[in-house]
């Protein structure tokens, strides 16, 4: 538990979407991400991403990058959308599932300041407006979609 940051996503106390990374030299590893089912389309894993994103421009990390499922059309296009491409580095499997890896280059230029520009690539279209304040690695969610 002590590799590095974990986000989570709270809604009336309930975690709903949680992210964790770890250093890995120049790079930050995306280990895990899950929104719940209900909360998926609302913006919530965009909201992660970038926190993410924040914490890897403010210590220095060159990019990003996951390993994700052939399966997970959902979030494949999410990291689309949010700047990731495929690359040829492994793993190409874990205990026979298919994986395949994800990377974000990021520039020298805030990725913050590009937020608002980049917002609808990374799915805003589709959320709408997403009120969140976030205090210590908690992102807490203002809007209720149930």
């Not at 913006?43 to 996951?66: P, S």
């Not at 407006?129 to 149930?146: E, F, I, K």
Request: proline residues 5%; charged residues 30%; hydrophobic residues 35%.
């Amino acid at each position: 538990m002590n590799e590095g940051p974990i986000w989570v996503a709270l809604q009336d106390d309930v975690v709903i979407g949680t992210v964790s990374v770890a250093p890995k030299g120049d790079a930050l590893y995306v280990r895990g991400m899950a929104v719940d089912p209900a909360a998926r389309g609302s913006g919530i894993g965009r909201e992660l991403m970038k926190r993410v994103e924040e914490y890897a421009t403010e210590n220095g990390f060159e990019r990003l990058y996951l390993s994700t499922t052939p399966f997970l059309g959902g979030a494949i296009r999410l990291y689309e959308r949010c700047g990731f491409v495929r690359n040829d580095e492994g793993p190409d499997n874990l205990f026979g599932t298919p994986l395949f890896t994800m990377e974000r280059k990021l520039s020298e230029e805030s990725s913050i300041r590009k937020a608002d520009r980049r917002a609808s690539r990374c799915g805003a279209e589709e959320a709408g407006p997403l009120r969140s304040t976030s205090r210590t690695n908690t992102l807490t969610v203002t809007r209720n979609w149930r």
